[in-house]
Structure formats: C-alpha cells, structure tokens
C-alpha cells in the first residue's frame, strides 16, 4: 500500500501538545477578562450561506474567500466574526437586549498567501458592544480599558493602544478640499518617516496636484506631538471649522477622559493622528495596539467605532463599537521572539503509579483527588518502576504518587516531589491540602 505523506496544508498552524496547553491558557485568559466586563459569550457557524456573507465581501476580501458548493447550495467559510455578528443580530433583534454586549472566540479563513506569522486558517478573539439607534462613547473609551487589561493578564507589560478618530482625518480632508485623494494621502503621509517631509511636499504638489493652503494644513495636521493632552490642545488650536472634524477631536478628548476613569495609565495609550484603518468601514474611534520593542511585527490588536453594523439584513440601525484579537498570529509572534514559554507540557498536577498488578486502589485514590479537583492521571500500563517515573519526568508533571504493598496496608500514600526530588507518605487528606 502506497504511503501518503503526512503534511500540515501552508498556513494552518498544528501545534504540539506543550504549545497548545499554553495556548488554550491565553484563549482562556482572555476569555475571563471578557466575561470580568460583562461580554455574553455568542458561536455563529464556521459554514453559511455564500449570500450572506458575501453581502458585504469586495475587492481582495471576495478573492480570499473559500466558498464551495454543496447540492443547490452555494456555502461559505467565515473570512472574520464581525459579517457573522451582523447577520446574528439582524436574525435575533427581538431577542437579545440593547446594547448587545457579545464576545466569540472562533476559526475564520482567508485565503491570502501564507507567510510567516500570517495563516490561512486562525483564531480571532473579538468583543463589540451594539447599540440600538445609538451608542454612548464612553463605550469607545471602555475598549482601551479591555485592553489594557487583557494584555495585562497575558502577563505582556510594553504595549501602548494607540487611539485616532476618523472624524478628524475625514473632517481635516473636506476641509483641505482633498477627500477625493484620502486614501493616497495616507499612504504617503505614512511613508514621512522614510522619505522625508519635503519629497511629502513635492508629492502633494505635483502628483496630487494640492493648493498650497491645502498642503499647509495636512502639514499643520501631521506635525502635531507632544503629550496626549497637548495633541488635543493642538488639534482644537488647528482652526478647522468643519462640523465632522470638530466633532471627532470632541469625540476624541471625551474618550480620553473616560480612558483615564478606567484605570488605564497614560503610558500605556496615546493618541496617534497617522492611524487610519477601515477607511471605509470605521467611522469614529480607532484603535491599534502596539508591543512597544517589536512595532515592526505590527498591530497585535485593533478595532474601532462603525455605524450601521447590520445595513445589509435590516433597516434598522444599529451602531457599535469593538476589537479583535488575532490570537494564532499573537501566540506565534510571542513565541517566536521568546516572551512566551512553551514549557508545560502536562496539565496533570499528579501521576498515579501502581507497584502492584491490581489497579483498584490506584482508581480509587485517583477518583478522590479528581473530586478535589486536582487533575490526576494514572499509568496503566505494566512497565518498570524507571520507565513509569521517566514518564513522569518528560511530561514535567509535578508529582507522583506511589501505590504498593506497604501503602495498601497503611493507608499511607508515598508522594514523591519530582521538581526537588523529595518523597514523603502521608494519608490522602494531606496530599490534597499539599496539592490544592
């Protein structure tokens, strides 16, 4: 019989069963810090309908798709959580209660091309908060707060949010007469670092063919610094009157406010004026999250405030605000650059080793630690007292228990330290109160 090679497909991401226990640790993490602020846990289905997801696909989206047809359906995997939010909360309006705070931790796929700390297939943890007609901003000041807090958790301590609102860039545009070049804009005014604000000059000049007034103010705009409450002075200071830029530096000084009442210290967010993510999809507060000593790695967690989350399944109107995480490509990142140990590769607190051929004791004593919670594994099969310790050893579970003779008839149990090497008998009570 010929042999098929056994190979994992390019950008699915296989683990071993260490790196998996570590990373089914952070998914967990994150998950209690997202029930910690009151986010009800939601599954929408891997697989839908190619109509509703393709309701809002375009452009590259629809090219990395993986649909495929089944009978006289034509099905689609999800490509983010966010299509699949809307659909849910179209599909259940009447059901759940506004605002809709949810979180999904899930699978999703895009067929792009793989490359390193880029997958195919990946994990995204995301948490969005939906308003019925309309949404306070303070719940855009509250997802910093989340944050901070998951990063925190994750035991990650250089990162800073940084925080924009695309009111400011869409205002500062219309009133540069330049909303047509948005876009371009950008993506030169991102490259000022590289090639220097003349040649910026220079392009916006003779390429995007810009008035002299227009390009002092988008200079004017992208030369603020200085602290975050100094950013504020000086976008108030800018002399803008268009109503949409105005708005967003009010928007934007209101989150700040409340970022602070949260607890999140100032080092750990700024404003930055040069995000301008979901140019057409976000439409107030964005947020992009940064590990500070490896920025060239880019953001590990973003998001922002949208309107209309559902327009294509309902007329109704329902803003929302919220964040992803993407969890395969942030433990691959922190895994590779070493600030994350793979190390446990057991989440067995206890082996259980029997010297005798009968196991009913060795059942037993594991049924009672299982009851007290401590995860307990027993070694059934009959081998040498060696083997069955360097089991023990390259699973690096802390400890093992012996059964013999001499236990059965005492009722005491030898309990042997496998990190420091020590051994003791006690009675099972004990081993409980030392293992819990």
């Known amino acids: 019989m010929n042999k098929v090679e056994p190979k994992t497909l390019s950008g699915f991401m296989e683990l071993l069963p260490n790196e998996q226990v570590l990373f089914n640790q952070m998914q967990d993490k994150i998950r209690m810090v997202y029930e910690k602020f009151g986010f009800l846990p939601i599954d929408t289905p891997v697989i839908e309908a190619s109509e509703v ?6 452009g590259e989206t629809e090219k990395q798709l993986y649909s495929f047809s089944k009978g006289d359906s034509n099905l689609t995997l999800r490509f983010d959580l966010t ?3 809307a659909k849910y909360v179209a599909e259940y309006y009447n059901q759940i ?13 895009r067929g792009e091309r793989a490359q390193r700390g880029r997958f195919r297939e990946f994990y995204q943890c995301d948490i969005d908060v939906i308003g ?3 949404l306070n901003v303070i ?3 509250e997802i910093p707060a989340i944050i901070y807090e998951t990063f925190k958790v994750l035991e990650l301590e250089n990162f800073t949010i940084h925080i924009n609102n695309r009111k400011i860039l869409n205002g500062l545009f219309i009133e540069a007469n330049v909303q047509d070049k948005s876009a371009d804009i950008m993506r030169t005014i991102d490259k000022i670092d590289k090639i220097g604000k003349e040649v910026v000059i220079a392009i916006f000049k003779d390429d995007y063919k810009m008035s002299q007034k227009s390009i002092e103010t988008i200079i004017d705009f992208i030369e603020i610094d200085g602290t975050t409450d ?3 002075n000086k976008l108030e200071q800018l002399n803008i009157k268009n109503e949409v830029y105005i708005e967003g530096v009010k928007e934007l000084k209101q989150v700040v406010k409340y970022i602070r009442l949260f607890n999140v210290p100032n080092e750990a967010f700024e404003i930055d004026l040069s995000i301008a993510r979901g140019l057409d999809y ?3 507060t964005v947020y992009e999250t940064f590990l500070n000593d490896y920025k060239s790695v880019g953001s590990v967690c973003s998001g922002g405030r949208y309107n209309e989350l559902a327009e294509y399944y309902t007329d109704k109107n329902l803003p929302g605000v919220g964040m992803s995480i993407g969890l395969t490509r942030l433990f691959f990142i922190l895994n590779d650059i070493g600030l994350i140990k793979t190390d446990k590769k057991s989440i067995s607190d206890v082996l259980v080793i029997s010297m005798v051929e009968d196991l009913s004791k060795s059942i037993e004593v594991a049924n009672i630690l299982r009851s007290a919670k401590i995860n307990t594994q027993i070694y059934f099969d009959n081998k040498k007292i060696k083997t069955k310790f360097k089991y023990a050893d390259k699973l690096n579970i802390p400890y093992v228990i012996v059964i013999g003779e001499d236990e059965i008839k005492s009722g005491l149990l030898t309990i042997k330290d496998m990190i420091h090497g020590t051994q003791e008998q006690l009675p099972i009570e004990q081993i409980i109160t030392k293992l819990s």
């Open 132 to 134: 019925d007609s309309d």
């Open 139 to 141: 719940n855009d000041a």
């Open 97 to 109: 209660t506004f605002p809709f705070r949810r979180y999904q931790i899930g699978k999703v796929y």
């Open 230 to 232: 100094e950013k504020i």
């Open 282 to 284: 976000y439409t107030g």
């Open 53 to 58: 997801l393709l309701a809002k696909a375009g």
């Open 83 to 85: 299509v699949p939010l």
